[in-house]
């Protein structure tokens, strides 16, 4: 599976932005998909994960209330929108498929496939 994220950019603080991921080369369907995020200097961190139906969602508790993810298996899409963003480091935002059948405790080590990520700035 190929996974290719986008929507990435520069955006105030407060703001809103939605990231895409397009999938291709394999089963979309088949897999829970993920939105990991990783600053300068940090490990990757889970933010959100979706399980195939896309039934059952999770987030990290940073993002709880003002992330979303969702997914459209028909055009093998996921997406986060993010609303309320906080001021801070640059971001790389990844999303990344894993082959398990829940979207909760999920780690960078349950990851099969990851995605080149997206920049996500947000200024004060």
């Known amino acids: 599976v190929q996974l290719q994220a986008s929507g990435g950019g520069l955006v105030q603080a407060g703001g809103s932005l939605r990231l895409s991921c397009a999938a291709s080369g394999g089963t979309f369907s088949g897999y829970t998909m993920t939105w990991f995020r990783q600053v300068p200097a940090k490990e990757r961190e889970f933010v959100a994960a979706i399980t195939s139906s896309g039934g059952s969602t999770h987030y990290a508790d940073s993002v709880n209330g003002r992330f979303t993810i969702s997914r459209d298996n028909a055009k093998n899409m996921v997406y986060l929108r993010m609303n309320s963003l906080k001021p801070g480091a640059r971001a790389i935002y990844y999303c990344?498929?894993?082959?398990?059948?829940?979207?909760?405790?999920?780690?960078?080590?349950?990851?099969?496939?990851w995605g080149k990520g997206t920049q996500v700035t947000v200024s004060s």
């Open positions: 990344a498929a894993a082959k398990k059948d829940s979207a909760y405790e999920i780690d960078w080590y349950d990851i099969n496939y």
